[in-house]
């Protein structure tokens, strides 16, 4: 009898929590938010801006995205961060990034908690607040592509890292002129919570 109700016991807690796992996998219609802290590491050769070097400072900000699971392991994501505050040679401007990607979740729809994923987009890049004089650097368009991993810790919530890439150029004028190129292509590490609907 004992050994009935053990049996019983340990079938029951097992389906509970093969049951419990399933829930924390994405799945086909879940929809989540983002939220962290990233490091934006820009490459080391910035360009030329009136035939002169520049070089632009790595930087910290928050960050953020938006995503919707179409299937059990496809889904669209909007991300970015914050507007970063950059130091170029001589002054400094701001970045504020976005992305759009698809993104794949290979254990999507599974028991597992783990769930990394890998995506491919678009990135718009918008540039203000140039505090040298005269100086305006062009909104950029490019490709991007990105690596994470979430580790749920609920249903709701997960917790995670990311890295993202995006080829990010700016045409740079000097009072109405062109005046040669900003290249940042900028690699983003960060990390933070999830929560899912």
């Not at 599974?110 to 203000?128: C, E, I, K, M, W």
């Not at 650097?137 to 919530?157: C, E, H």
Request: charged fraction near 20%; avoid cysteine; aromatic fraction near 10%.
């Amino acid at each position: 009898m004992k050994a009935t109700r053990l049996i019983s016991a340990t079938a029951f807690a097992a389906a509970t929590l093969f049951a419990a796992q399933s829930a924390m996998a994405y799945q086909a219609g879940d929809i989540y938010v983002r939220g962290g802290y990233a490091k934006s590491d820009v490459k080391s050769d910035n360009g030329k801006v009136a035939h002169q070097d520049v070089n632009v400072s790595d930087e910290n900000g928050i960050a953020y995205g938006l995503g919707y699971l179409f299937t059990d392991k496809l889904g669209v994501e909007l991300n970015g961060t914050e507007a970063m505050e950059h130091d170029i040679t001589g002054g400094s401007f701001d970045r504020t990034p976005v992305n759009l990607m698809l993104n794949y979740y290979p254990m999507g729809g599974t028991d597992s908690r783990v769930q990394p994923y890998a995506g491919v987009g678009l990135n718009y890049t918008h540039f203000s607040n140039e505090s040298v004089s005269g100086m305006d650097l062009d909104d950029s368009y490019g490709a991007a592509g990105q690596v994470g991993v979430d580790l749920a810790l609920t249903d709701n919530i997960l917790v995670g890292a990311f890295a993202n890439y995006a080829d990010v150029d700016s045409d740079v004028d000097m009072h109405g002129h062109g005046a040669g190129k900003v290249k940042l292509d900028p690699l983003t590490v960060g990390g933070g919570l999830t929560y899912r609907f």
